[in-house]
């Protein structure tokens, strides 16, 4: 399974970035690994994709969590639930200086 940003930065691009702006793609990976280590791969096994928006508060709250689109309800329903439990998330650095934070994820799952 894997958690990818929408869309991805380029390396070059994210070097030139404001401080605040670092702190906003550094505070989104370390979303995007806690993700990737608390959604459970459903039962079955089948492979598809699920995108989701968080809403998170500055101190890791998730406000709302919504369903983008997906390939089977199934996935959907695990990754939603996943999101829900991994909850708090990380606390936003003092360089962000936002009260809320919205991100998209696509969580792909596969058979290996």
């Known amino acids: 399974m894997t958690v990818r940003d929408i869309p991805a930065p380029s390396s070059s691009t994210i070097s030139s970035l404001p401080e605040g702006e670092f702190a906003l793609l550094q505070h989104k990976?370390?979303?995007?690994?806690?993700?990737k280590a608390h959604l459970p791969f459903p039962p079955?096994?089948?492979?598809g994709t699920v995108r989701l928006r968080l809403v998170l508060g500055s101190g890791g709250q998730l406000l709302d969590l919504?369903?983008?689109?997906?390939?089977?309800?199934?996935?959907?329903?695990?990754?939603?639930?996943?999101?829900?439990?991994?909850?708090?998330?990380?606390?936003?650095?003092?360089?962000?200086?936002?009260?809320?934070?919205?991100?998209?994820?696509?969580?792909?799952?596969?058979?290996?």
């Open 29 to 35: 990976q370390q979303v995007r690994q806690q993700m």
């Open 44 to 47: 079955n096994g089948h492979p």
């Open 66 to 112: 919504a369903l983008l689109e997906t390939s089977d309800s199934r996935l959907a329903e695990a990754a939603l639930k996943g999101a829900q439990s991994t909850s708090p998330y990380p606390v936003f650095p003092k360089e962000m200086k936002r009260a809320e934070v919205s991100y998209d994820f696509i969580v792909q799952y596969r058979t290996e």
